[in-house]
């Protein structure tokens, strides 16, 4: 008679797959609440101390920890010194192996959890079942996922046991599992004593869905999350109507709603295309603001991303019904503005978190290995501005120098923002020099330029952007200053009647 361990935390398909496991006739070994939960739907089960002969001990800390469990788990079953080895020591086979493990994740995600509750929820003895069972899978067959209960009965209940293929797919899922749940727990233990640094640094995530394609159709592509809740965040969102989302719908998404996070508690439109901004604008009301955004660039809008850190309303609605949008994301949707935008079948309609913790660091891939660094969560103040020309800026456009920087540090270096009133007019971006930017930015303002206020994510290497600013009637410029030729760049602002303001900070996005 074949035996099967089971111990789970999450009982979620228990039932039926154990019954299903005993019709085939396996023996049921299981331990503590499984067994209990067994026993109650009267299942016939072994404990676990009638195959080790030793009691749970150290409050369920050492149960299946023991060569009776790991011998059969291990046994090479067509090796003949295991085989007597397991005979001399009356070692039985164990063929199936079910255990997920404690629940390491759900006690970290509760908002008053203690480090002593944390540490009692790292598994021990369940990840050693697997890894031993993994390992053994010529032989043993290990389940990790409830996904798989059907799959393994069916091959049993037909074949008499499960597929080399299964075993050897199960025990690769396996050892993916018990690698994520180890590195939530190091990750865990890492910002816990504060070890900024680590000698290794590594992940677990698991699939939201697979895409249809990369950033081109010749591409494939992916989509993951670590499962942290993080606020205006693409893994957070909820898709309520639409077509699936695409590799570059999110990129694009990701980088709207991380533009609309500089702005709480403020009503706030951010239109995006190709990861930059191309319309941004903030008012006393959200309709208001959209208007702004939209009108900040009507033809670019098209085909973008749009969001709205308030609830999208029925005259929002109304506008965006009549243009072509990828995405539209809001904390909520009014039902009369849901009723309008879910007519169009492709849109895709997105609610997103406001509330939670936000992303420490930010990383990037690059060719075999990882860069790490700190998100740039920098917000200037008025008080952190310089102002090193003879003319002083007015409130106005120092309101709007700062609306400026929050913008421009989320364009692609070099980057120019042009901005009045709460509301963008002129993006250039990822240009080769930043005169090359200022151009692209001012062409775009037009005559609307004129009196704007000019951010610039970095320095200005000579005077060229000051001076092509000047011939737009620009008012206003608020750049890091740091540049060994600032002087120059001030003495051209003074020659123009230019306020401009330095701010100590950079602001690159590579």
């Known amino acids: 008679m074949k035996r099967a361990l089971v111990s789970v935390s ?15 006739g396996y023996q049921i070994i299981s331990t503590g609440g499984t067994k209990k939960a067994l026993d109650e739907e009267g299942i016939l089960t072994i404990a676990i101390d009638e195959v080790t002969h030793f009691p749970e001990m150290l409050d369920g800390r050492v149960k299946t920890l023991h060569p009776l469990i790991h011998g059969g788990l291990l046994g090479v079953r067509d090796k003949e010194s295991h085989v007597n080895q397991m005979k001399e020591y009356g070692i039985e086979t164990i063929d199936l192996v079910c255990v997920n493990l404690y629940p390491f994740k759900e006690t970290i995600s509760k908002p008053n959890f203690t480090h002593e509750e944390a540490i009692e929820n790292i598994d021990i003895g369940g990840p050693s079942m697997i890894r031993s069972a993994a390992k053994n899978h010529k032989f043993v067959t290990v389940v990790t996922d409830v996904n798989d209960y059907q799959t393994v ?13 299964t075993r050897q ?12 749940y180890d590195a939530m727990i190091q990750q865990y233990l890492t910002d816990k004593f504060e070890d900024e640094n680590p000698e290794k640094v590594i992940f677990g995530y698991d699939l939201v869905q697979t895409l249809r394609y990369g950033e081109n159709p010749h591409q494939s592509a992916s989509f993951y999350t670590d499962g942290s809740k993080l606020r205006y965040a693409m893994t957070s969102a909820i898709q309520l109507h639409g077509k699936e989302l695409s590799y570059n719908n999110i990129q694009d998404a990701n980088a709207t709603l991380q533009i609309l996070k500089e702005f709480v508690g403020t009503p706030a439109v951010v239109a995006v295309k190709h990861m930059n901004p191309c319309g941004v604008a903030i008012s006393d009301h959200i309709t208001d603001a959209w208007k702004k955004a939209y009108a ?6 098209f085909g973008g991303i ?10 929002c609605a109304k506008d965006m019904s009549q243009m072509f949008l990828e995405i539209i994301l809001a904390p909520s949707f009014s039902k009369e503005a849901f009723e309008i935008l879910s007519q169009k079948k492709n849109i895709r309609l997105m609610t997103f978190v406001t509330e939670g913790e936000d992303a420490k660091n930010k990383m990037v891939s690059v060719t075999g290995g990882l860069l790490i660094q700190g998100e740039d969560d920098v917000l200037e103040t008025k008080e952190d501005l310089q102002v090193v020309t003879v003319k002083q800026p007015t409130a106005n456009q120092i309101t709007d120098a700062l609306f400026g920087m929050k913008i421009v540090k ?9 901005v009045k009133d709460g509301q963008t007019l002129g993006v250039g971006a990822g240009q080769m020099n930043r005169v090359g930017a200022a151009k692209i930015a001012c062409e775009q ?4 330029a004129k009196g704007s206020t000019l951010a610039s994510d970095a320095f200005f290497p000579m005077n060229d952007t000051v001076e092509l600013a000047s011939t737009y009637g620009i008012e206003c410029i608020i750049q890091p200053g740091g540049s060994i030729k600032d002087q120059d760049s001030i003495d051209k602002c003074n020659e123009t009647n230019i306020a401009m303001l330095f701010t100590g900070k950079r602001h690159f996005k590579h």
Do not use: M, W, Y
């Open 10 to 24: 999450n009982k979620e398909g228990l039932i039926p797959f154990v019954k299903g496991l005993v019709q085939c």
């Open 306 to 315: 749009v969001a709205f850190n308030e609830e999208v309303n029925v005259d």
């Open 410 to 418: 989320h364009v692609k270096s070099n980057a120019i923002v042009l």
């Open 296 to 301: 900040a660039d009507p033809v670019s809008i």
């Open 153 to 165: 009965l069916d091959e049993i209940a037909n074949q008499g046991d499960t597929t080399l293929d």
């Open 445 to 448: 303002a037009g005559d609307k």
């Open 169 to 180: 797919k199960l025990a690769a899922k396996a050892f993916r599992t018990t690698a994520a």
